[in-house]
């Protein structure tokens, strides 16, 4: 089996086989690029040393022939003492992992030889400067000595020096240091620097594979969602030198600026020095242009190599080169990373400029990239100060003053005030806070805690478990890990986009691209008529374009999960073709929640009747609302969801009422009874409990109310000429049974209502997917349902038998870290289980009923991977919150293309 390829036998397309970086290295040498010749060691041999602890047999002899033919092109031998040739050995895996893994440079070097490559380059400091850098490097990453030690070293040398800088160091110095440095090797490991050349070398390829598994190579990994099982690939290049001279020198450039987009070549270069000198910042570089003013004829070369791997790669590339003595090398390319902004002005530039075809500029950007340009952000110039880090829960920018409590938010933002709220983790209760807050910061929970989930829902910036401040919400402070006390009232800024908490306020700047959208999408005019095109280049324009490209090559229909007229009309305005879930149940809390705990205590007809009649004026209004903002538009509303004991008063509260009561003498008879009625309706498990068509069945009423609000809601809309279309959807349906008893209730007081009104009325009713059976039997539960949406959040929860409010505190860490999923199944979606549910249920049902309307409602609506994967079983849409719906009409197109 073949594991080592020259440079002159491979291709870009071999990424799999010989790393990113050797694939690109194969390119640039196939198209005649100045590439210093050299081979790659296949991702094959490394997976193979990964999986058996040992390399395979046949890989010595090879990297043997290998270098055999390096020396023969070459004309020198490593560890010549003459002319040494040297080599570098550098890790290079299928996807990029920058600074994760090892390299070593200068390999080949010894005792003998340094002398050779001094006499050679005629330059003495060059060539123990060199082997000083080998056995440091060496030490490091193949032998595992702590760099401290080395440093420690140097500094002292500079210090007795008196010099500030290693370049002030002279060739006698550095010499000193050598021994100082194989000294230290020896102290550490108990065994001499190596001398022999090829012993060296194969000790550098060994260290490359093992710093495949380091723990920060890992964590990048798992982070990246890169797989563990790839393995890397090593490059051994023939060495060349930027550190020979004024007339050397090494850097980096893009073909286009990485941070915005904009055309042009942009690069750094720093004469008279190795390549780890300009990632590591130790002196400053200079620009590109000052390199045309140092070196013209190398400019120009640069220059010309760069227009030629952009019209190669068609996209753009970051580079790696060395001058040497006037010779420039190219040491690395690949398509570059770039910012969120960048990626869009790129991707419509290049399609501008015909270079590549519309379909691919839209597999050129991400939906989260864009989700990124929605936000608003800290202004990038302003100053601030870092005080504490979590989780980046959902993005943007917030500032405002810390309330420790929902109700303290809530009644400063209806002040005008700007609010940050600060909570040890949320819960239901914080909603109202939430709702009122710039943004949320927990010290607990993580990216799919209640705050987290609830805060993308509403396009709140939100950053959660920052376990280093002591969060105290009885004094209304917490603590910085420094000490400062933040208190009720002091203004904080957050950033969800990075998880970084930071005192006082740092200035925001809003998104442009967020109006734009709303703009083009309202009409395609502004009114102002600042933005009518999508021709200029800039981002607001790259983005304009891409959209309306999603928007013609996308299947999937995108509507939004909305439950007031605000967001439904953002919604619209962003796109959505109508609201694919509107939840009800917040009608029903605040001051409202009284009159339905009446309802459901009711003793008797009257008091019940009164509660409805108090309730179904209030639920008109809220559906006449919500209908005529998406005038036109399905609007899908969904019968009350929750569990009981949410209007019920709390159990602990009523029973020390009681208690304290009849302790101080005088009980309270009627909470005497209220506590009997709450504790009688208690639940072990709410959420298994009483709760969606369960309630409905029980109290027919409550449904009944909500039917006929929308119904009569529709019919005052239609007289007034509109054109509103609810449809009716039933929570936690498991058998086919419950959906026809409430679809018969509800076609009664429909047809009831049109016959009061005079207004003939068609509502659909259909029905949520989200337990394991009502998916299992979608066959029959389609014969009742004019449609389906899956209740994704719902249907995971059921189908792993996890709790969604809890487990993120409990065992989702552990699972996480120890590999069982990527990902939380509740952040995107689980393909083999609750997937294969969907796709089951949905096929299903279209057999039973053709014109069967399926969508999805979970938060997995607004998640790339899940939309991707919903396109593939067809689904004919997703909802999403109004804030991701440019996000999913983006990635829906992405997934069709
Ligand atoms: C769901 O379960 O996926 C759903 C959309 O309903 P809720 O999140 O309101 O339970
Ligand atoms: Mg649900």
Redesign the pocket.
């Known amino acids: 089996q073949q594991y080592v390829f020259d440079f002159a036998e491979g291709n870009t397309r071999d990424k799999e086989l010989l790393g990113g970086k050797g694939a690109n290295l194969a390119e640039m040498t196939r198209l005649g690029l100045p590439v210093p010749p050299g081979f790659t060691i296949a991702t094959t041999a490394c997976r193979h040393y990964l999986t058996t602890g040992r390399e395979p047999d046949g890989l010595a002899q090879q990297v043997g022939a290998h270098l055999a033919d390096l020396q023969e092109r070459t004309g020198k031998r490593l560890g010549d003492p003459e002319d040494p040739l040297l080599v570098s050995v550098r890790s290079g895996a299928k996807f990029s992992m920058p600074g994760m893994m090892d390299t070593v440079l200068n390999v080949g070097l010894n005792d003998m030889s340094v002398v050779g490559l001094a006499a050679r380059s005629g330059d003495e400091r060059f060539a123990w400067d060199s082997y000083r850098r080998l056995v440091q490097m060496f030490g490091k990453t193949v032998l595992g000595i702590d760099d401290g030690r080395f440093d420690e070293s140097l500094e002292a040398c500079k210090k007795s020096r008196r010099v500030d800088s290693d370049v002030d160091l002279d060739a006698a110095d550095l010499r000193g240091l050598v021994d100082e440095f194989k000294h230290i090797v020896y102290t550490e490991t108990g065994r001499d620097f190596p001398q022999d050349p090829r012993q060296q070398l194969d000790l550098a390829i060994r260290a490359v594979f093992d710093s495949w598994n380091t723990e920060r190579a890992r964590l990048y990994r798992r982070q990246e969602r890169i797989p563990d099982d790839l393995g890397t690939a090593v490059n051994v290049c023939t060495m060349v030198f930027g550190n020979l001279g004024p007339d050397s020198g090494t850097g980096v450039a893009f073909t286009r600026d990485p941070a915005t987009g904009a055309q042009g070549v942009y690069g750094d270069y720093l004469p008279n020095a190795q390549g780890e000198d300009v990632v590591a910042g130790i002196r400053n570089t200079l620009s590109l242009a000052e390199l045309e003013r140092i070196d013209k004829a190398s400019y120009d070369q640069l220059l010309d190599i760069m227009a030629t791997l952009e019209r190669h790669y068609l996209d753009l590339c970051d580079i790696e080169f060395t001058i040497e003595r006037g010779k420039l090398w190219m040491l690395q390319t690949r398509v570059g990373k770039r910012t969120a902004a960048a990626a869009f002005r790129i991707a419509a530039q290049l399609a501008s400029e015909g270079l590549i075809d519309d379909d691919e500029m839209l597999s050129r950007v991400r939906g989260e990239q864009l989700a990124q340009l929605m936000f608003p952000q800290f202004d990038p110039a302003a100053p601030r100060e870092v005080v504490a880090g979590g989780m980046a829960a959902s993005p943007g920018a917030a500032v405002g003053k810390a309330a420790f409590d929902s109700a303290t938010a809530v009644a400063w933002a209806r002040d005008g005030e700007d609010v940050i709220l600060v909570r040890r983790e949320t819960n239901p209760d914080d909603l109202g806070g939430m709702v009122a807050a710039r943004g949320v910061l927990t010290s607990r929970g993580g990216k799919t805690s209640h705050a987290a989930v609830v805060a993308r829902g509403m396009g709140r910036t939100c950053v959660t478990g920052v376990e280093a401040l002591r969060v105290d919400p009885g004094r209304k402070e917490f603590t910085t890990p420094d000490g400062t006390r933040v208190k009720e009232g002091d203004v904080i800024s957050i950033d969800g986009g990075t998880g970084e908490v930071f005192l006082g306020e740092v200035p925001v700047v809003p998104s442009a691209v967020v109006d734009a959208l709303h703009e083009v999408t309202d009409d395609g005019v502004t009114e102002d008529g600042v933005r009518t095109t999508e021709d200029g280049d800039d981002v607001v324009s790259a983005v304009l374009r891409v959209m309306r490209q999603a928007d013609r090559r996308r299947r999937l229909d995108v509507r939004a999960n909305a439950d007031t007229p605000d967001d439904a009309a953002r919604a619209r305005s962003l796109g959505a073709c109508g609201i694919g879930?509107c939840?009800t149940e917040h009608m029903f809390l605040g001051p409202r929640r009284r009159i339905v705990e009446r309802l459901i205590l009711a003793r008797d007809d009257d008091t019940r009747q009164a509660a409805l009649d108090e309730l179904r004026p209030l639920q008109r209004a809220d559906f006449t609302d919500i209908l005529a903002a998406m005038d036109g538009l399905p609007v899908t509303i969904r019968l009350l969801?929750p569990p009981l004991h949410e209007f019920l008063p709390d159990l602990t509260d009523l029973s020390v009422r009681v208690a304290v009561a009849e302790a101080t003498g005088e009980p309270d008879a009627a909470a005497a009874e209220l506590l009997s009625e709450v504790q009688r309706l208690h639940e072990q498990n709410p959420m298994l409990g009483m709760r969606g068509v369960r309630l409905g069945l029980v109290i027919p009423e409550l449904f009944t109310l909500q039917v006929r609000a929308i119904a009569e809601a529709a019919a005052e809309l239609r007289q007034q000429g509109r054109e509103p279309r609810p449809e009716i959807m039933v929570p936690l349906v498991a058998a086919v049974q419950e959906l026809e008893a409430v679809r018969d209730l509800a076609g009664e007081t429909i047809a009831q209502v049109s016959k009061e009104t005079g207004v003939e009325l068609t509502i659909p009713v259909g029905t949520?997917i989200?337990l394991p059976r009502s998916a299992m039997t979608a066959h029959q539960i389609a014969e009742a349902a004019e449609f389906f949406s899956f209740?994704?959040?719902?249907?995971t929860q059921t189908t792993w038998g996890f709790s969604r409010d809890d487990v993120e505190a409990t065992f989702f860490p552990t699972y996480l870290e120890s590999g069982v999923f990527g990902v939380s199944p509740f952040e995107s979606i689980d393909t083999e289980g609750v997937g294969r549910l969907v796709s089951i249920a949905a096929w299903e049902g279209k057999e039973t009923r053709p014109d069967l309307k399926v969508g999805i409602?979970?938060?997995h609506g607004g998640d790339p991977a899940s939309i991707h994967f919903f396109e593939s079983i067809l689904l004919d849409y997703v909802s999403c919150s109004p804030f991701r719906v440019p996000v999913a009409r983006l990635e829906a197109a992405r997934a069709s293309v």
């Open positions: 879930l939840r969801d949520m989200e209740g994704t959040n719902d249907l409602c979970g938060e």
